[in-house]
């Protein structure tokens, strides 16, 4: 649609619709945060709890310190970065001239992946363009700063968009900055107080629709968005396009970086903040985006072992997360060449054979009446999505335990203090035999099975109770 076509629909909807009542016209949904923030979640987000995020780009190639290279050192003129250019690079050179070796000659879109899949995630999202302007596509917007037209000379988003879909088990999305840094529309509209869309009309719209009608992604995850209103963006305007007439109108979702004043309040998903984990029930479905690298996004050949979450760490924030009824994207930083460390790998293919064995208590699972157990602290509940109404004669509990208990070998439930006599019976997701339980004043006691057994069935990192209760338990959902 047209931004003259946009402007004429939208005064006719103004003609026929006003008030906050109005949410859809004709079906449709109309430029109001009302109506679009009543569109209903697509189920297959809510149902895969687990993605992975990449940001690969232009930064990969001086690999220091962070994704935001570009502004640390041209921006800020920060020491640290100003200093690194002078030990390493001759005077004159430029940020573009990067671009050059950026040339992902190892980068391989099957075998990432096969990684992914084998992460046990569920969804993809790529950085198709960060805040340095740099596309992952042969965008015709980008005056030649895109992949295809320098650096690896190929279209990154394509061929991993074909690659994790060949897959059969995961789903593809893009993240795409709104704001460039050094981009001069954008600039420019910055300096005139964000009232003129030079930038938006010329730049955002036109690659958005590009990047969506050409490679139809099932995730778009804005960002950049921090410095200008969402009005400026014509975010309600856009989201309109995609929940209406968009060739993913059905199926895609976004979040809640569009302008200031969105964050944590609209879109389908919300982020709030970057490695946002509240630890508690939120109203809103939301994703903690976090990083296994803790202080970048974007590769680091100067990162140290330290700075890496280790298997417990990254098992534990899937936990905690799809208990408080989010979703949890896992970021790693590709190098230059297009390979994945192994130490991000090891971490992935952990957190997938734990998933293969905990994945029920996990994926399509849904919060409990509790999260987190006040008994022990490191215990955490998920139930099994109910299918229909006219459920079967029991439910399913899953606790999570986080630490093993090596001191007692049993753990205690405080959840299931007045509902003992609900429970038909325990068991450990990968060890079939029932597990001896017995009630106490303040709840349960689960005796958990001998530690030689725990390490001869490979069960680490986290333990998930499956307790079956009777239907007189009540039910949620």
Not at 22 to 28: A, E, L, P
Not at 230 to 246: I, V
Not at 280 to 298: F, P, Y
Not at 367 to 390: H, I, M
Request: proline share 4%; hydrophobic share 35%.
């Amino acid at each position: 649609m047209s931004i003259v076509r946009t402007s004429v629909c939208l005064f006719v909807w103004s003609l026929i619709c006003s008030g906050a009542w109005c949410t859809t016209v004709d079906g449709k949904y109309v430029p109001t945060w009302e109506s679009l923030d009543s569109r209903p979640l697509p189920k297959w987000y809510d149902d895969a709890k687990v993605g992975i995020f990449i940001h690969w780009g232009v930064y990969a190639v001086p690999s220091y310190g962070s994704e935001w290279f570009w502004i640390n050192w041209k921006g800020s003129n920060t020491t640290e970065y100003v200093q690194f250019m002078n030990n390493n690079y001759k005077p004159g050179f430029t940020y573009q001239d990067f671009a050059s070796d950026f040339t992902a000659e190892l980068f391989n879109a099957t075998e990432w992946a096969d990684l992914f899949a084998r992460s046990g995630a569920r969804y993809v999202v790529l950085t198709s363009k960060h805040h340095e302007g740099y596309t992952l596509w042969p965008s015709k917007h980008t005056f030649g700063w895109n992949s295809m037209d320098v650096g690896p000379h190929r279209d990154i988003v394509g061929e991993l968009a074909g690659a994790v879909r060949a897959t059969g088990q995961l789903t593809f999305g893009v993240y795409y900055s709104l704001f460039e840094w050094f981009n001069r529309l954008y600039t420019q509209d910055r300096d005139l107080a964000f009232l003129h869309r030079e930038y938006v009309d010329g730049k955002v719209w036109p690659e958005l629709k590009e990047l969506i009608n050409t490679y139809r992604p099932e995730v778009l995850w804005s960002d950049g968005d921090w410095e200008a209103p969402d009005g400026y963006w014509k975010a309600k305007e856009f989201f309109t396009w995609l929940y209406n007439d968009s060739p993913v109108r059905d199926t895609i979702v976004t979040n809640d970086r569009w302008g200031m004043g969105t964050l944590c309040l609209h879109g389908d998903f919300h982020t709030c903040s970057d490695r946002y984990n509240p630890g508690v029930l939120q109203k809103h479905k939301w994703e903690n985006a976090m990083t296994i690298d803790r202080k970048s996004w974007g590769h680091r050949a100067n990162a140290r072992l330290e700075d890496f979450v280790t298997t417990d760490e990254l098992i534990g924030e899937i936990v905690t997360t799809v208990s408080c009824g989010g979703n949890i994207l896992i970021n790693v930083g590709p190098t230059k060449a297009g390979t994945i460390d192994p130490i991000f790998a090891e971490r992935l293919v952990d957190m997938g054979r734990w998933l293969k064995v905990n994945g029920d208590a996990i994926y399509k699972s849904q919060p409990w009446d509790y999260q987190n157990d006040t008994l022990t602290g490191s215990v955490w509940y998920t139930t099994a999505k109910r299918t229909s109404t006219r459920d079967t004669n029991f439910r399913t509990i899953y606790a999570i335990v986080l630490d093993y208990p090596y001191k007692t070998n049993n753990v205690r439930l405080g959840a299931f203090s007045n509902q003992v006599t609900k429970i038909v019976q325990i068991t450990m997701l990968g060890f079939n035999t029932a597990l001896k339980w017995k009630p106490t004043d303040d709840g349960i006691l689960v005796e958990f099975p001998y530690k030689n057994e725990i390490d001869r069935l490979k069960l680490h990192h986290a333990w998930t109770l499956k307790i079956t209760l009777s239907s007189r338990w009540p039910l949620n959902g």
